[in-house]
């Protein structure tokens, strides 16, 4: 397991209060289909609210009046609470009086289970639920869809548990944007406002006061905002590490038990959960100072209202508006009107840091969210256009055009690389041990597209065929052969659609591996232990080779399965592939001479461009060749190991 880098992307990005508007605009998409469920959820949260807001008054009202005063009940009331009709008409009598007691508290209770608990607590709640899990939804099947399609360029690159962590715990930012977004600010800044107009109303310069405080406030806000980006930035990269750290470690388990690695797997989880708890502190740490600096303005803030109206109250000055106050009775300053406006003063303070609370949740929303749109945000290299065609039949040659390409473009692996083979002939792939031959099959593959130049199917780009059609229509077998824990057949015909026993077992007389499947208990039923662990490595490559076969393409890629064969076994595939593949293009890569010489033609790979190109006798012919000397060097080397 090596040290693993962090993902992509590697600076912290500049957020500034347009990214954040922005990413917010950007979750509307995901919204949009929900429209009518947050319209509908919405309106019974507030139909709701005022029902209860309404019928408190009318309790109010008969309690009050009617209980406490005796005051006769309205028609409607009488109607609604099953009185008859004397309890709307004269004053109430004590007895009435108790029983419209017992019966207000009856429906109370029934009015605030139905209400409050039923609808308010239990039905808006759970449909607020559905509907923001219906939105993340959306997000993240987006994004895997996306993930699916990207260019191995991206798999190849970041770790496995950063896309699992933006997929999994990223989008889910997305279903508290209505609450947190916009009702919940909408809500406290409508709070804030009305707190400000009443104490207005008391005085101005209370209002002064609070605005003026407010100005340190916001700019201590703004101040600690990047900080916090930044930090929730760092606290999810983190977690994301961490998250990759687990996911390499379940998937390598066999390995660090073979190697008695336990211990070093355990102090990287350690440290890299370590590192993803300390950013998460540090996040908090922050918010907390932040919190405790503007406790502080609040504080003063506080103490300075409380100084003014104690002065105020002493001297029994007017309040400001007395006029629009008189209606609740604090024309002048005294306790009542001391007690109303701290109060005011105290929910302008409360709704206040809520907000700023929301504000700095808003920011690690925004933080994720940006991570998750990333994951939208990425193209892939390799993708079908409207006018794709299909593969041309037969294929009769595949060319290779002056192709240039890159992991990193930067760094060119395959500089310029011109080649043709025709049908039925094998071309051979020869060149030092990372010199891109594989590469060459992947674009051949189209998992990636070349940077420069072309490969064609018939004088036909590859990026004008469909993908799905040109991947039908090619086989390849890899050094590294994957087989599955299910029967020998069924790995053999794993890739293939609709194929017959018979068709099984041919491929398998191809590969050279119908005689030892033969010999296996089951024979063609065997089942086969996880990653094939039942079989010798050879007999796994032949069943590679035969899952390749059986697929019946016009174009076959063998990359190094052969390499674990015996020279006499490999002698022996490669002859039935001959035979086999009389109108097919091959392509073999392999090391060894006595295979490589039997092909049509030899192309040499060095420094990213094809040296030399022609059957065995003609590049041996070159002197000084290349292919030459490292026919010389391995027959050198295979001496030296005879001996
Ligand atoms: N997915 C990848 N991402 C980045 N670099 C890669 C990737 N695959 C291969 N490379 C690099 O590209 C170069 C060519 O690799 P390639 O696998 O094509 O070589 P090769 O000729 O097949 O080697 P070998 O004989 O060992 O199989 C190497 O330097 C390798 O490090
Ligand atoms: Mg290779």
């Known amino acids: 397991m090596s040290q693993t880098e962090p993902a992509a992307p590697v600076m912290p990005p500049r957020f500034n209060f347009m990214t954040v508007v922005r990413i917010f605009l950007r979750t509307w998409p995901h919204l949009k289909p929900q429209w009518k469920h947050i319209a509908a959820w919405f309106s019974l949260q507030f139909l ?34 099953l009185f008859d009709a004397s309890y709307a008409t004269d004053e109430l009598t004590d007895l009435q009086r108790q029983e419209v007691r017992n019966r207000l508290i009856v429906y109370t209770i029934i009015g605030y289970f139905l209400l409050v608990v039923l609808i308010q ?14 939105i993340n939804q959306s997000l993240r099947v987006k994004m895997i869809e996306n993930a699916e399609h990207l ?45 400000f107009f009443i104490l207005w109303l008391f005085d101005p310069a209370l209002g002064i006061l609070v605005v003026t405080a407010s100005v340190p406030v916001i700019a201590l806000v703004m101040w600690f905002t990047p900080r916090l980006q930044r930090r929730s930035w760092i606290a999810r990269n983190t977690n994301s590490d961490l998250t990759s ?60 209202s409380d100084f003014m109206m104690a002065d105020w109250t002493i001297d029994g000055q007017k309040t400001a508006f007395g006029a629009s106050l008189a209606i609740v009775g604090f024309t002048a300053w005294n306790l009542g009107a001391f007690e109303a406006a701290r109060s005011r003063i105290g929910q302008y303070v ?113 990026r004008d065929i469909r993908i799905a059609d040109l991947r039908q229509n090619v086989s390849i077998a890899l050094q590294q052969n994957v087989l599955f824990a299910t029967s020998v057949g069924d790995n053999i015909a794993y890739a293939a659609e609709n194929v017959d026993d018979e068709a099984i077992r041919e491929a398998a007389r191809v590969a050279c591996a119908d005689e030892f499947i033969q010999a296996l208990p089951l024979g063609y039923d065997t089942e086969l232990g996880e990653r094939g662990s039942r079989l010798s490595a050879g007999q796994r490559q032949r069943i590679t080779i035969a899952r390749a ?13 052969t390499a674990s064969l015996d020279a006499e076994t490999e002698q022996a595939v490669l002859r039935n592939l001959a035979d086999w593949g009389q109108e097919r293009i091959i392509f073999l890569i392999t090391h060894r001479l006595s295979t490589i010489r039997n092909a049509d033609q030899i192309a040499f790979l060095k420094d990213g461009a094809i040296s030399e190109i022609g059957n065995h006798d003609a590049l041996m012919a070159i002197p000084d060749g290349n292919y030459r000397q490292y026919v010389e060097a391995e027959t050198i080397a295979a001496e030296v190991q005879d001996v």
């Open 350 to 462: 409360g709704w206040g840091s809520a907000l700023i609370s929301k504000w700095s949740i808003m920011q690690d929303m925004a933080v994720g969210l940006d991570r998750a749109f990333f994951l939208l945000d990425l193209k892939a290299d390799v993708t079908d256009t409207s006018e794709s065609a299909p593969l041309p039949t037969p294929v009769r040659q595949i060319t290779f055009e002056g192709v240039r390409f890159g992991y990193d473009p930067e760094r060119p692996v395959l500089k310029d690389i011109s080649l043709t083979a025709g049908a039925g002939t094998v071309t051979a792939i020869v060149g030092q041990t990372g010199s891109g031959k594989s590469t060459m099959m992947s674009l051949l593959l189209r998992l990636f597209d070349p940077d420069e130049g072309n490969i064609t199917v018939n004088d036909v780009d590859l």
């Open 48 to 81: 709701s609210g005022v029902v209860v807001s309404l019928l408190a008054v009318i309790v109010l009202d008969v309690f009050n009046n009617k209980v406490l005063l005796g005051a006769p009940l309205e028609p409607i009331q009488a109607t609604l609470m």
């Open 121 to 134: 607590r239990m039905v808006t709640t759970y449909y607020e639920m559905w509907i923001a899990q219906q």
């Open 549 to 561: 076969i059986v697929r019946n393409t016009p174009i076959l890629i063998l990359d190094e399965p």
């Open 245 to 304: 750290r687990i996911q390499e470690i379940s998937a390598a388990i066999r390995i660090i038990k073979a190697n008695q690695a336990e211990d070093t797997a355990i102090d990287r989880f350690n440290e890299d959960s370590h590192t993803a708890l300390d950013n998460a502190f540090w996040l908090r740490v922050e918010i907390i100072i932040m919190l405790a600096l503007i406790g502080t303005i609040v504080g003063v803030v506080i103490l300075a």
């Open 151 to 195: 260019s191995l360029r991206y798999h190849s690159h970041a770790r496995t548990g950063d896309a699992i962590y933006r997929v999994y715990q990223d989008s889910a930012m997305i279903s508290s944007i209505i609450d947190t977004v916009i009702l919940d600010p909408i809500n406290m800044i409508w709070s804030c406002g009305l707190a």
